[in-house]
């Protein structure tokens, strides 16, 4: 049974740091894409970033370019996504997602995904 669990949300004030783990289990690890999406209330589901496991290739969303970082432990079957300089619209539920094959061009599409977690907080505080 595959399983992806979230871990590593909090609150946070605006300009720090946090980093999110998703670790990923039940499922043939290398070879996929896993992507972090985020949601605001009120707001639609989004992608953050995400990386092609096999080759390492990386991808972000404009707004997050240069803050975070999505990087993978494949001794640990674990994805991370370091949030630095947060602001107040990075508040939202974080969730990681895995596919099959690689993430190019459509990485940040919510139906290309085969397994969700259950998603973590995120909240950043003026």
């Known amino acids: 049974q595959v399983q992806l669990v979230e871990s590593g949300g909090g609150s946070v004030q605006a300009g720090g740091s946090l980093r999110l783990s998703c670790a990923a289990s039940?499922?043939?690890?290398?070879?996929?894409?896993i992507a972090w999406f985020r949601q605001a209330p009120g707001k639609e589901r989004e992608g953050v970033a995400a990386?092609?496991?096999?080759?390492?290739?990386?991808y972000y969303a404009d707004s997050v370019k240069g803050r975070f970082t999505i990087s993978r432990d494949n001794t640990k079957n674990t994805v991370y996504l370091q949030m630095n300089s947060v602001s107040l619209e990075d508040t939202g539920m974080y969730y990681c997602?895995?596919?099959?094959?690689?993430?190019?061009?459509?990485?940040?599409?919510?139906?290309?995904?085969?397994?969700w977690g259950q998603g973590t907080q995120v909240t950043v505080s003026s």
């Open positions: 990386v092609y496991i096999g080759g390492g290739s990386t």
């Open positions: 997602a895995v596919r099959d094959g690689g993430c190019s061009g459509f990485w940040r599409i919510l139906t290309r995904y085969n397994y």
């Open positions: 039940g499922y043939t690890y290398v070879g996929h894409c």
